[in-house]
């Protein structure tokens, strides 16, 4: 093929030039990679992209395919001396007319046609090479010789003399072919480079392209975001409904009970009163042996019976702020389960921040929940110093497992019976922790002072000092205090006790988590002495899951 034909192939039906970076559509056309790229960003809405050349449709952007053989076809092209008609040197002798020049002489500084260049003399002095513009240049400025060499030392190129001369004595100096062959290696080397840099660019536009492009995302963002917020509106309606019937269910109890208080109060103060006309009376009698001869009096006043009707007012006006925190607590687990719904479903830029914003709600709860009911967060761990033989406690401190012959050393901190206490107490404030023992058939869970004896006798937990909910092989739950058990009249299976104190109060209760959540008791209790968690297990293992949330 002529290298006329061969150019006219290369050319790009867009531009009208040689290709740069071709790429082909499926259709088998060739066009510049930004040239056809344009063509397609003009086609977007158009409802579909049609080839510039034979009008192929289709409803989708094409994908960009580089020719890697069209581009190295190119690259030969271009790198090969061009057609003497293409250069724009003519002969210096043809004066008539322009006659494209064939080479170039640098010893007389002009450029031959082939013509001319049959009669022109070839001796040694006269270099001949291919055509130039200004041969010249070829030579020594300050010698007027051709130029040979080149010094690498001055990165200048230079001719015999300049050789010999002072300047470049001692210089390292190559032949101007081999230094040129050099140069030439570094260049493709640098070509290489950023051909590579070039290809890595266009794929990231390419790809910014078709994300730019991609909007159906948005809009599955968006449903999204519009289902979670109903999701959260109809929790919150039912939470309120919820929260609100059980304080109504509790107010009611309070009501009831503060008017069976004031009732038996009102027959008391009756019964008070005929007891102080009795004695006042007597006070009146004068006959000494009348006086004597009455029963004895002092022990009208029942101070124990005064003292219960205390303690029963004081439990009387107080809600279970427990089951309430806990009612609560149950929508940030929703919330927490809906938001990693979301991070599993997706992973863009714009989910993470609707992501975000679904913790903000989980946020407004939990903070609902530190400011009204639970006044500090503290983690709940278990302290090994004072963990029987027969138990073992993990490294995080968090669970209790059966295993008998641990081998400890005695101390007087150390449980002879199987149990364990926490690290810390707690002497003010309310707050609650949470024990999965869904791993044992045998275990307590409670609270006991620290003073709590830690020998075998009165050391169990609910036989001294000390408050718990126990359950043994027969699914019987029991709650015992001052070796006191009160049978609890509900087996249903419990996987997770609550346990919530309220220190000022003197209040500590325990709690089934479920759905709903089941008060199982509470105890009203005077206390004197900061408060430890404390476990026991007589098989399987119990951990304390959540700690003391706020």
């Known amino acids: 093929m002529a290298s006329a034909d061969l150019r006219q192939e290369l050319n790009c039906s867009i531009c009208l030039s040689i290709y740069t970076d071709p790429v082909t559509l499926r259709c088998g056309h060739n066009f510049c990679w930004v040239c056809i790229d344009r063509v397609l960003d003009t086609q977007v809405g158009a409802g579909a992209y049609t080839c510039p050349d034979c009008r192929a449709e289709c409803q989708e952007r094409p994908a960009l395919i580089r020719n890697i053989t069209l581009c190295n076809i190119v690259e030969g092209f271009l790198s090969i001396r061009p057609d003497q008609e293409e250069t724009g040197i003519f002969c210096t002798y043809c004066v008539d007319s322009p006659v494209p020049a064939a080479t170039s002489c640098l010893h007389c500084e002009a450029s031959l046609c082939n013509n001319h260049l049959r009669v022109h003399r070839k001796s040694a002095e006269h270099v001949l090479c291919d055509p130039i513009t200004s041969p010249g240049n070829r030579k020594c400025s300050v010698h007027k010789k051709i130029l040979e060499y080149y010094c690498t030392e001055d990165d200048v190129c230079i001719c015999v003399s300049c050789h010999l001369a002072r300047e470049h004595r001692g210089h390292l100096v190559e032949m101007l072919d081999e230094a040129s062959e050099k140069k030439k290696e570094k260049l493709r080397d640098v070509l290489q480079k950023l051909t590579t840099k070039r290809e890595e660019a266009g794929k990231r536009v390419q790809s910014l392209h078709e994300r730019r492009r991609d909007r159906g995302k948005a809009a599955g963002v968006t449903e999204t975001v519009t289902v979670l917020c109903r999701d959260i509106r109809r929790q919150l309606e039912n939470l309120e409904k919820r929260v609100l019937s059980e304080i109504s269910r509790q107010e009611q109890c309070v009501s009831q009970l503060v008017s069976d208080l004031i009732q038996q109060l009102e027959v008391k103060k009756d019964e008070l009163s005929r007891k102080m006309h009795h004695i006042e009376e007597l006070c009146n009698i004068s006959d000494p042996v009348t006086v004597l001869q009455e029963p004895d009096t002092c022990d009208l006043c029942d101070t124990e019976d005064t003292e219960r009707h205390d303690s029963q007012a004081r439990g009387a006006g107080d809600l279970d702020v427990g089951l309430i925190s806990g009612t609560l607590h149950m929508l940030t687990d929703i919330i927490s389960c809906v938001n990693t719904g979301i991070y599993v479903q997706e992973a863009t830029d714009l989910l993470l921040d609707v992501t975000t914003a679904g913790n903000t709600e989980s946020d407004i709860i939990t903070g609902i929940n530190t400011g009204i009911y639970v006044q500090e967060a503290t983690d709940i761990l278990l302290d090994v110093?004072?963990?029987?033989?027969?138990?073992?406690?993990?490294?995080?401190?968090?669970?209790?497992?059966?295993?008998?012959?641990?081998?400890?050393?005695?101390?007087?901190?150390?449980?002879?019976?199987?149990?364990?206490?926490?690290?810390?107490?707690?002497?003010?404030?309310?707050?609650?922790?949470?024990?999965?023992?869904?791993?044992?058939?045998?275990?307590?869970?409670?609270?006991?002072?620290?003073?709590?004896?830690?020998?075998?006798?009165?050391?169990?937990?609910?036989?001294?000092?000390?408050?718990?909910?126990?359950?043994?092989?027969?699914?019987?739950?029991?709650?015992?205090?001052?070796?006191?058990?009160?049978?609890?009249?509900?087996?249903?299976?419990?996987?997770?006790?609550?346990?919530?104190?309220?220190?000022?109060?003197?209040?500590?209760?325990?709690?089934?988590?479920?759905?709903?959540?089941?008060?199982?008791?509470?105890?009203?209790?005077?206390?004197?002495?900061?408060?430890?968690?404390?476990?026991?297990?007589?098989?399987?293992?119990?951990?304390?899951?959540?700690?003391?949330?706020?």
């Open 385 to 550: 110093t004072t963990a029987s033989n027969n138990i073992q406690i993990s490294g995080d401190g968090k669970t209790a497992s059966w295993s008998p012959n641990q081998k400890r050393p005695e101390t007087p901190e150390r449980f002879q019976y199987t149990q364990v206490i926490s690290t810390r107490g707690f002497s003010s404030g309310r707050h609650y922790w949470e024990v999965d023992v869904s791993k044992s058939a045998i275990w307590r869970v409670g609270m006991c002072y620290p003073s709590i004896d830690r020998r075998k006798g009165q050391s169990g937990i609910g036989d001294n000092k000390s408050w718990c909910l126990k359950r043994w092989h027969n699914s019987l739950y029991v709650v015992i205090h001052d070796n006191t058990d009160i049978r609890l009249p509900d087996n249903t299976p419990c996987d997770t006790v609550r346990v919530y104190l309220d220190y000022e109060a003197g209040q500590l209760s325990f709690y089934s988590l479920g759905d709903p959540i089941r008060h199982l008791h509470t105890y009203t209790a005077a206390l004197t002495e900061p408060l430890h968690a404390a476990l026991g297990v007589w098989d399987g293992c119990v951990t304390i899951s959540g700690g003391v949330r706020s």
